[in-house]
């Protein structure tokens, strides 16, 4: 029988997958922004663009919170 040996990643290997994932996830958060922004603006629709607005700003902190504890992880 042979072992599947593991490889391990680098800390530098790390932080770029982590780079490319959570840039992924802002873009998302962001793209939310937008589109709230454009409910409120360019459809008047206030009520509606503060909810998206709200809801891309809560995902950018849940995000920041895990970039934070991530980082502290590691030192």
């Given at each position: 029988m ?5 490889k ?10 982590m ?11 962001m ?30 902190i ?14």
């Amino acid at each position: 029988m042979t072992k599947k040996l593991k490889k391990r990643l680098t800390q530098q290997q790390e932080f770029e997958i982590m780079k490319l994932v959570l840039d992924k996830f802002l873009w998302v958060a962001m793209v939310i922004i937008g589109y709230g922004v454009y409910q409120g603006v360019i459809l008047e629709n206030w009520g509606n663009g503060i909810a998206w607005g709200v809801a891309g700003i809560i995902i950018l902190i849940l995000f920041l919170v895990m970039i934070v504890r991530e980082y502290e992880i590691i030192r």
